[in-house]
C-alpha cells in the first residue's frame, strides 16, 4: 500500500499564503488531487493533477489556488494565495482516483486554519 504524507500546514491571517505539500512512499505517477473537510461535511475535492500535469480546480478556489507537480514527479504542491476563513479545513492529499472519485491512498490530513 502506499504511504502519503502532507506536510505545510498551519495558521494564517485572511489574505495569507501557505503551501501544502504531498509526497508518496510509492510513484505519483497517478490523478494526485487535494481534498479538505470540515467538521460535519463531507471531504471536498480542492484541486487535482493528471501525471501529463493537466489541472482541475472547485470554482472556489480558482484564481487562488495553484497545484503543481515537481519536476521528479515526487511530489504535488498546493500553493494557495489570498486565503479565506472559508478555507479553514483539514486538507488531504489523495492518489490514484478520477475527479468524480478519490482513490484509495490518502494521506492522515494536515490543518489549515485561517483566521484574524
Known amino acids: 500500500q502506499v504511504h502519503v504524507q502532507e506536510s505545510g500546514g498551519g495558521s494564517v491571517q485572511p489574505g495569507g499564503s501557505l503551501r501544502l505539500s504531498c509526497t508518496a512512499s510509492?510513484?505519483?505517477?497517478?490523478?494526485t488531487a487535494w481534498y479538505r473537510q470540515t467538521p460535519g461535511k463531507q471531504r471536498e475535492l480542492v484541486a487535482a493533477?493528471?501525471?501529463?500535469?493537466?489541472?482541475n480546480y472547485a470554482d472556489d478556489v480558482k484564481g487562488r489556488f495553484t497545484i503543481s507537480r515537481a519536476s521528479a514527479q515526487s511530489t504535488v504542491n498546493l500553493q494557495m494565495n489570498s486565503l479565506k476563513p472559508e478555507d479553514t479545513a483539514v486538507y488531504y492529499c489523495?492518489?490514484?482516483?478520477?475527479?468524480?472519485?478519490?482513490?484509495?491512498?490518502w494521506g492522515q490530513g494536515t490543518q489549515v486554519t485561517v483566521s484574524s
Open positions: 510509492g510513484s505519483m505517477r497517478f490523478l
Open positions: 493533477i493528471t501525471p501529463g500535469g493537466t489541472t
Open positions: 489523495n492518489l490514484g482516483g478520477t475527479l468524480n472519485n478519490p482513490g484509495k491512498s
